[in-house]
Structures are given as structure tokens and as C-alpha cells.
């Protein structure tokens, strides 16, 4: 439970932030006549004789002329900025029916863009008691630098057998500041059991240190709450081999007994995975995954005649387009 | 500053063999004396030198064709836009005082234009789509037409897209109309660039998606149980901010060929000399994202021109071209031999090459790569603080105050603002300052004219360069060119100082249109005029402008995905009568 109130404070911190990065409407372009200007600190290179440079002096080649005192420059007037009219000025010449179409691209070119990604994080198989299992945990997006489309998915099951269950989100991001987005949605289970909707909100970004970050909160079509942090750091052993450690936990305000999920602390994984990038875009990987599941979802799964969790050894292939 | 090889040389090595880049791949597995010895037979440069003056166009007619071609570079045919059919585009050759009509063809499906980089004319023949002109549409001609009023080393490339990217630039030399002040008995053009067989819009995109995409010489732990780098403590501080000193080039040779005049460093073009000759070299880095360190082994350089104008003579050894700079320097080879051209990427990941020789044929040792540059505090714009005092995680809530700088927009464009930022003209460019040989340096430079207006500014602003090297957004005072409401006002004669404070831990080249700056760097009536200045990292340049040209005008950041980012805009120059109080 602590860590969902954790997860509360932080959207709402999150929230805190992204009122801050509104506009300043009041500020201009730092045309300011007041704003102050930081003089040109004299160097010592400033009195140089340049046909008798320091170094040839130093080594008695030649003796520098004495040269004048430099200059201080002129003092700066406080005249006020005149008042921006609109750029088009260009229009007096070729006419405004001409610039609009160029005058629309040249924002497109520069700074207004948009872009897309795919980015399969995890695609792997895995030996688990004597059974072969995947997983996937993927996202995409499209979208512009402050407000995306995305799209995440994560998903397991095992070969030959029946899929355990995955989720796919569909969520509005936006950028609240230079490392974090937070991101509102929604979230649908699919597989086996029932297949709940959720609302979802949350954060991701990177933290101090370089570590990807992630908490999510999710709210399901019948009132249950539940919450997930995690995140990774990629350690760089050479410039192509990365050691990633990973970790997430979940949490359940709520006993949700169809679900085989229990109030509290629900599971936690932590992961190592080794991956080699052939390009940037494309790197197998070798790791172990660690999960277990704790209080009362761990009773649950027990009665059921279910293991609690383990280690694995994982094989895949981390990829983004 | 500290220094470092690159960490996986052998892995980078392999993969540049594969891709058969082999200089590359000889340099940065360091300490080549020769590249004949140390290369395979069949990765024997390709040529035994090309000695080839590109061609060039004159007259008060000219006329030009924008295409798409094939080059081929280093033995390796790729997809190009040119000029005329070349790559640089046509040396266009002027006088001042002439007059000229360029005829430019847009072969291509697609919209193009052509900036005359530093040339004085009227605005609406400034070539920048969407502020000075429409554009010249697909398969349609447009006539430039304007006087020549300035002599000089210039360059010319496309505003449009990023065709630039793709081959659609060249140079461009203006004798003066009486005699030159520059007495030189032979001269060659030397046109830096950079070049991919990555598609611009494809190269912007892996961008955006990881910053640091190209950077192959990050820190790693290999590298720091080795005992390179950073120590641990200044690891973990800079961890805190989320900033990478190796975060130098954005885009390297990990991806990027470096062409003089566009040929590759086993091309190896060739400028000839007669040993004793006064040779003048007409150096144009115009580079996508390249800032070059260049040096020619044995011989000293001696600066006479900084963008066009004319500068009282500064003999150095090594000069650091920002993207868009020019400079004339003159040699004097006396000797009977060859001489290497190199000009590194400022990140040491790979380096153009040429030589100069009194014979077609004649190579000499290319030097290796240096280690490359970490970024330091100062880089971070903490050059004003007291280091001793200031270390570790004490500085980490300063590094974006916007108190510091009340013009900038809190937005996720902005990653950092510098703290206690310094001017840095009087220092080497990044990576230079233990080169061991002298650098040029902004404060070197004196005009040799005195400048037409030494008025006393009538007002001051500030403009800051801002940026997120993690969501690759870039802008001045935190807006994006499709951000900005409105463009940023002179009156016509208006005397203006700016500052320019870089907010951010990389070099940016900071171009305006239609001017000449005078850059406050002590040198009273004699300061050095500029059309384009480097602000290094965490630094900031100050210079004076006489906004005598009506008009609007481009202000941007030359680095060309930086510029596609948004850090633009529009600069206006109203008539008296019409500007407003």
C-alpha cells in the first residue's frame, strides 16, 4: 500500500511539474535593454604581439613589440526594442499568397517535425520448469517531441500451451520536462481469466544517474487499484556490450481473487541481460530473470498448485525501428 | 580536460574494414606512422591522388542545375545532390562591384533554394524559403540577381530540407575590384564536408530516437578499470546530472566519410606547389554537423581572412573551423616534398585528408587520430565558479536555474541552463587546449580595415542557445523555430549588442544572415567581422551588429540537424519609419 500512496504522490508531483512548464506568456525574446550583459572578461592573449607570439618569446626568438592598451568597448545605451511586427516582409516583394505555402513549411522543417518508433525491449524465450516460455514487453510510438501517441504491450505464455496473458495500453504522453513524460490512458488485459479495463496513469523518464524509470497506476472497470514501478540502467562494458539490470515490482490495493491476485505486494522480478549490439537497432541477448510472488497472491497461487516464481535463463533479442 | 582512445578500437576497426573505410579504421587504432605500410594490398588507397581544381563558373550570367547524382568517395559510389553535376557544387568565381544574374534549375521533385552564405544583398535574394523567398519549385528555374559588393571567400548550399546534407553546397571566391591585400602566388580552394550513405531525414531520425546514437567512444566500465576517463567520483557526478562528456559530435565517423573537396581521405586529393611559393588556401568547412580541427604537418599557417574579411596576418599552427566559417591562410612550403592536410572531427572519430605536393603522385605520413576530448565543468558553463569549492554533488540543483537566464521558456527543450558561463574567444576550441602548438583564437583575430561603424551600441540583448541532448531538441531561449510568435526586431541602423550564451555542452556555430558582426573582443575599430561564430560549450560570445540591411533574415545555428530541430529564427530589420518605438 505504501507504495501506491509512493505512486499517488509522485503523479501528483508529476502533475506540479507540468503546470510549472506552462508558458510564460510575459516573457519576450530577451530583448530586454535591461537584461544584463556580461562584460568580455580581457584575457591575457588580448596584448599579443602577433609577430612575436608568447611561445617564441618564451624561447628568445624574437621580443615582443609593446603593443597599445586594448580597448575597453564602448558602453551599451538602454534603448528600448522596438515592437515585433509579423516576418513577412517577404510578402511585399513576392506577395503573401506565394510566402504562405514556404512560410508553413519552414515551421515543418525546423522544430516541427514528428517522428515514430518501435521499440521491442524484450522479445525472448526462457526455460522455466522444464517448460519453454516467451515474453515480450514492446512499445511504439508516434508523435511529435512534447505530445506522442503511445502504444505499450507485454505478454507471456509458454510453447505448446495455452498464453497466461499480456496487456496492451494505449496512451497520450507528454513531455513535462526534459527527462520525464507522463502518460494517461488505457490499459486492457488479454488471455486467459478475466479480462479487465483499466485506466491508466503514469510516468517514465530518466532519473539522476541515467536510470530509466517507470511507475504506472491502473484503475480497473470494477474499482480495483493497482500499481507498478520499475525500471533499468544499461551498463556499458565496451561500446557494444551493455549489462542491463532490470527491475519492477507490482502492487494491489485490493484483493482480486478471480485474478489470482492478492492486496499488497503482489510479485517482484529482477532481471539481468547481457546484449551485444550488433547496430544500435539490434542486439541478442543472453540473461537470468528472478521473479517471485509475495503475501497473499503467493497463497493464492499455492492453493491453485502453482510455483511462486524462480529463476530463468533468457535468450532474445532487443530491437527498435 | 582529459583524454582518452577510442575504447573498442578493435571493434570499430573490424567494422570499418568490413565497410572497407579503412583510414578510418588505421587511425583510430592509433599510432600509424604511414598508412602504405600499414595497409592491406587491397586496401591500398584508391587513388594515387587526385589533382583536379574543381570547376568553376564565372560571369555576370551563370547558370546552375540542382540534381541528384551518384559521387563516388573513396572507391565507393553513393547517392548525391549537386550541382552542375559535382559535388561541391561549381566554384562560382565574382569581382566585386560586378553585377550577377544566377539561373538555378531545381531538377529535383522536390522544393529547393541556394543561400549565398555571406554575401551582402537584398534580402528577398537570400534564398532561405519561407523568410526570404517562396522557394524554387520542382523541374523550375529561379534568377538570382544582385550587385557584388565584398571580395572574399564565401560559400553557397541549399536551405531546403536537408539537401545540404546530400552534396548541395560549394564555394565561392569574389576577387576585389583593385589589387588584392593578399599577395599569394598560387591559391587552392579547399572545401571541407561531411558525408554519409545514410539519407539525411534517416541520419535526423536515429537522432531523435537515441541521442547518442553515433557516439561509438562513450565511457565504459572496460575503459575505466582500465583506468581512462573519468575517475569513479566524477562518474557518478556527472551521472547525477545525466550529462556525457563524451557527448562532443552528434554525428561522426562511425557514419560520416570527410571530404576535401569531395573526395575521401584514400582519394587523397592533391594541391600542387612549386617548393617556395606563397600559397593561399581558401578554406570552407561546409559541413552538415562537422566542426574541424585542421593542421598541416611542417607547415605554419598563417591566417589573412576570417569569413571573407580581411585579418591582420596570425601565423598558426593548427585553426579550429567551425561549420560555416571560412579562412584564407597562406603557406610556404620550401621543401621538395609532400605535405599532409588533416582536419579532424572535433570528436576524433575520423578526419579528411589531402595533400599538398610539388607533384602529382606524391604522398606524405598522415598523422593519427588524437585521443578525443572529455567535456569539462567549463563546458557545462561552469567556467565563473570556483572549481575546488564547487565539485561533486553540490553543483547538481544549479545546473538548471533559470534565474541564470530569465529570457529562456521552462520547457522540455531545455536540459540545461549554464550556470556562471564565461566568454571563451580568448581560449583554443574544444579538444585544442593542449594541442602543444599555438591555435588560432577568436581574440588572434584584428581586421586589417578599420570597421565601417564603431558607433557605441544603442542597446544590448541576449540570445540563449538551449537544447536537450535526450529528446534532441534544440532552440534559442528554449522555443523552436514553430514555437516562436514572432521574429526578432531592429530598427535599419540600429547599433545592437548580443550575447550569445550557450546553455548547452556543444560547440554551435551561430549564423546571421545579411550582416557582418563585429565581435567585442578588444580590438576597439579593428574587430574582427564575422558572419559566423562558434560559441563553445558552455561559453558565451559577445558581438556588436549594425542591422543596415531592411529585411527579414534567417538567425540559426549552422549545424544542420540542429537547425532541423528548431533552433532558428527570424530576424527583422524595418525601416525606421515603420519600426516601432
Not at chain 2, 578499470?225 to 562532443?248: F, I, Y
Not at chain 2, 603557406?331 to 572519430?349: H, K
Amino acid at each position: 500500500m505504501r507504495g501506491t500512496f509512493a505512486l499517488v504522490a509522485l503523479a501528483a508531483f508529476a502533475f506540479a511539474q507540468a503546470a510549472a512548464a506552462q508558458d510564460h506568456p510575459h516573457e519576450g525574446h530577451g530583448i530586454e535593454a535591461a537584461a544584463p550583459t556580461p562584460a568580455p572578461t580581457p584575457g591575457p592573449q588580448m596584448a599579443v604581439d602577433p609577430d612575436c607570439p608568447p611561445e617564441h618569446a618564451a624561447m628568445g626568438h624574437c621580443v615582443p613589440k609593446a603593443m597599445p592598451a586594448e580597448p575597453e568597448p564602448p558602453a551599451a545605451g538602454e534603448v528600448s526594442a522596438p515592437a515585433a511586427p509579423r516576418a513577412n516582409y517577404a510578402d511585399r516583394i513576392w506577395g503573401a499568397e506565394a510566402m504562405a505555402a514556404s512560410r508553413a513549411e519552414l515551421k515543418k522543417h525546423h522544430g516541427g517535425g514528428s517522428s515514430s518508433q518501435v521499440m521491442v525491449d524484450i522479445a525472448e524465450v526462457a526455460l522455466r520448469s522444464g517448460r519453454e516460455t516467451y515474453r515480450w514487453d514492446a512499445e511504439g510510438w508516434f508523435g511529435g517531441d512534447v505530445d506522442r501517441l503511445v502504444v505499450k504491450t507485454e505478454g507471456e505464455g509458454a510453447f505448446g500451451d495455452a498464453f497466461e496473458g499480456g496487456e496492451v495500453q494505449a496512451l497520450y504522453s507528454r513531455a513535462i520536462d526534459p527527462y520525464f513524460n507522463l502518460q494517461a490512458g488505457l490499459r486492457q488485459d488479454i488471455g486467459p481469466g478475466p479480462s479487465r479495463s483499466f485506466v491508466s496513469l503514469g510516468i517514465e523518464g530518466l532519473a539522476p544517474y541515467w536510470f530509466d524509470v517507470e511507475g504506472q497506476l491502473f484503475l480497473s472497470d470494477r474499482g480495483d487499484l493497482l500499481a507498478r514501478l520499475g525500471g533499468y540502467y544499461d551498463l556499458r562494458i565496451t561500446q557494444r556490450l551493455v549489462l542491463q539490470p532490470r527491475a519492477e515490482v507490482n502492487l494491489a490495493a485490493q484483493n482480486m481473487a478471480p485474478e489470482g491476485i492478492g492486496s499488497g505486494l503482489v510479485d517482484a522480478e529482477l532481471g539481468l541481460r547481457l546484449r551485444y549490439e550488433v547496430v544500435r537497432e539490434v542486439a541478442p541477448y543472453l540473461g537470468i530473470s528472478w521473479e517471485r510472488q509475495f503475501g497473499r497472491t503467493a497463497r493464492l497461487t499455492r492453493a491453485r498448485g502453482d510455483g511462486t516464481g524462480g529463476f530463468t535463463f533468457v535468450a532474445g533479442l532487443r530491437t527498435w525501428f | 580536460m582529459k583524454s582518452s582512445e577510442c575504447e573498442d578500437s578493435d571493434l570499430h576497426q573490424n567494422a570499418m574494414v568490413d565497410r572497407r573505410n579503412v583510414l578510418r579504421g588505421a587511425v583510430l587504432a592509433g599510432g600509424v606512422a604511414s598508412l602504405a605500410a600499414w595497409m592491406p594490398a587491397w586496401a591500398q588507397p584508391v587513388s594515387a591522388g587526385i589533382v583536379r581544381a574543381l570547376p568553376t563558373v564565372s560571369g555576370e550570367d551563370i547558370h546552375l542545375r540542382i540534381a541528384h547524382q551518384t559521387i563516388m568517395v573513396d572507391g565507393r559510389q553513393t547517392h548525391a545532390i549537386g550541382v552542375n553535376g559535382t559535388v561541391p557544387a561549381p566554384l562560382i568565381r565574382l569581382r566585386e562591384g560586378q553585377t550577377v544574374r544566377l539561373h538555378v534549375e531545381n531538377a529535383l521533385d522536390e522544393d529547393s533554394s541556394i543561400h549565398w552564405h555571406g554575401l551582402l544583398l537584398p534580402f528577398q535574394m537570400d534564398g532561405v524559403p519561407g523568410v526570404s523567398f517562396p522557394g524554387i519549385s520542382p523541374h523550375s528555374t529561379f534568377t538570382y540577381e544582385f550587385p557584388v559588393v565584398q571580395s572574399g571567400t564565401y560559400w553557397y548550399h541549399s536551405h531546403s530540407g536537408l539537401q545540404e546534407q546530400m552534396g548541395h553546397y560549394g564555394p565561392i571566391v569574389i576577387d576585389p575590384a583593385g589589387e588584392d591585400p593578399i599577395q599569394s602566388d598560387r591559391e587552392h580552394v579547399i572545401v571541407l564536408s561531411d558525408h554519409s550513405p545514410l539519407h539525411p531525414h534517416a541520419i535526423f531520425r536515429k537522432l531523435k530516437l537515441q541521442g547518442g546514437y553515433f557516439n561509438f567512444q562513450k565511457q565504459t566500465l572496460a575503459g575505466q578499470l582500465a583506468g581512462r576517463d573519468q575517475s569513479g567520483k566524477e562518474r557518478r557526478a556527472w551521472g547525477a546530472m545525466r550529462m556525457d562528456p563524451t557527448d562532443v559530435a552528434d554525428v561522426t565517423g562511425s557514419t560520416y566519410t570527410y571530404l576535401v573537396n569531395g573526395h575521401g581521405p584514400r582519394d587523397n586529393w592533391i594541391a600542387l606547389f612549386e617548393p617556395g611559393e606563397r600559397v593561399r588556401l581558401r578554406i570552407i568547412n561546409a559541413s552538415a554537423m562537422t566542426t574541424f580541427n585542421l593542421r598541416i604537418s611542417g607547415l605554419k599557417l598563417t591566417v589573412v581572412q576570417a569569413d571573407g574579411m580581411a585579418v591582420r596576418p596570425v601565423p598558426v599552427d593548427e585553426i579550429q573551423i567551425a561549420i560555416a566559417e571560412t579562412y584564407d591562410v597562406v603557406v610556404e612550403p620550401r621543401d621538395d616534398r609532400a605535405y599532409t592536410l588533416v582536419a579532424e572531427s572535433v570528436d576524433r572519430s575520423g578526419m579528411a585528408r589531402a595533400t599538398l605536393a610539388p607533384r602529382a603522385g606524391m604522398t606524405a605520413d598522415v598523422p593519427p587520430l588524437r585521443p578525443r576530448p572529455l567535456a569539462d565543468m567549463k563546458d557545462m558553463g561552469m567556467g565563473a565558479m570556483d572549481h575546488g569549492a564547487h565539485g561533486g554533488a553540490g553543483m547538481v540543483h544549479k545546473m538548471r536555474d533559470f534565474s541564470a537566464a530569465p529570457e529562456v521558456r521552462k520547457s522540455p527543450t531545455v536540459q540545461t541552463i549554464s550556470p556562471m558561463p564565461v566568454d571563451r574567444t580568448g581560449e583554443p576550441g574544444q579538444g585544442l587546449e593542449d594541442a602543444g602548438h599555438r591555435v588560432l583564437l577568436y581574440r588572434d583575430l584584428i581586421a586589417l580595415d578599420r570597421n565601417p561603424d564603431a558607433r557605441a551600441p544603442d542597446r544590448t540583448m541576449r540570445i540563449h542557445l538551449t537544447g536537450n541532448m535526450e529528446r534532441y531538441m534544440w532552440a534559442f531561449d528554449g522555443r523552436k523555430l514553430n514555437e516562436v510568435k514572432a521574429p526578432i526586431p531592429f530598427r535599419k541602423d540600429e547599433r545592437v549588442r548580443i550575447t550569445l550564451v550557450n546553455d548547452t555542452m556543444m560547440g554551435h556555430p551561430i549564423h546571421l544572415h545579411g550582416h557582418f558582426f563585429e565581435l567585442v573582443t578588444g580590438h576597439g575599430d579593428h574587430a574582427p567581422r564575422k558572419h559566423t561564430v562558434q560559441v563553445q560549450p558552455g561559453g558565451t560570445v559577445t558581438f556588436d551588429v549594425t542591422t543596415d540591411a531592411v529585411g527579414d533574415w534567417a538567425f540559426h545555428c549552422h549545424m544542420l540537424y540542429h537547425m532541423h530541430a528548431g533552433m532558428m529564427q527570424v530576424v527583422t530589420v524595418r525601416p525606421r519609419d515603420e519600426a516601432g518605438a
